[in-house]
T-cell receptor, first 111, second 116 residues
């Protein structure tokens, strides 16, 4: 059973388009992290959201944590080829060390 | 600053052989994680060490897998004997866990293991 479901699994868009990636669960998380992984490398943390309803912006990336802390979204404005990669959400439960990773969204931004 | 270092980057071996993956965490970090990533199952936690002590090994697939952390700057993940289904990318990550929630995990570049 996958605790964190990400959608879509794959996304191929043209440079300049906007997109949203979703991370959903039936479980409540203490916090949620978003990572980006490029080919041949390990995941790199983008952001951590901890409060229900929280919105964080990182340049063209906007992250939102759902009010009930069961879901999150990542919105990218005016996507660029450099945004290409695998986006992973990871949830933490009960203020634990353990992260539960989502299935990932593979994004390709075509020039 | 050096990040998490893993070796080898690529390993190709034959079924039945012993495989040892190595990791050097970031200096000063007290937590170390071994993950396995496959297309089918995504990123899975295999084992977690805190202050060199294994805390959670519930993700270790079976007795063929073992991990050690003899000191704060080195860890190994061993597979003996290896099987084709062990083929995956294995990541080591470290963090400075201060309690009260997950801190930033810093991942190494991974070891791509192929078992023929």
């Amino acid at each position: 059973t996958q605790l964190l479901e990400q959608s879509p699994q794959f996304l191929s868009i043209q440079e300049g388009e906007n997109l949203t990636v979703y991370c959903n669960s039936s479980s409540v998380f203490s916090s949620l992290q978003w990572y980006r992984q490029e080919p041949g490398e390990g995941p790199v943390l983008l952001v951590t959201v901890v409060t229900g309803g929280e919105v964080k912006k990182l340049k063209r990336l906007t992250f939102q944590f759902g009010d009930a802390r069961k879901d999150s979204s990542l919105h990218i404005t005016a996507a660029q080829p450099g945004d290409t990669g695998l986006y992973l959400c990871a949830g933490e439960r009960d203020s634990s060390y353990k992260l539960i990773f989502g299935s990932g969204t593979r994004l390709l931004v075509r020039p | 600053d050096a990040g998490v270092i893993q070796s080898p980057r690529h390993e190709v071996t034959e079924m039945g052989q012993e495989v040892t993956l190595r990791c050097k965490p970031i200096s000063g970090h007290n937590s170390l994680f071994w993950y396995r990533q496959t297309m089918m199952r995504g990123l899975e936690l295999l084992i977690y060490f805190n202050n060199n002590v294994p805390i959670d090994d519930s993700g270790m697939p079976e007795d063929r897998f073992s991990a050690k952390m003899p000191n704060a700057s080195f860890s190994t993940l061993k597979i003996q004997p290896s099987e084709p289904r062990d083929s995956a990318v294995y990541f080591c990550a470290s963090s400075l866990w201060r309690g009260g929630g997950a801190d930033t995990q810093y991942f190494g570049p991974g070891t791509r293991l192929t078992v023929l």
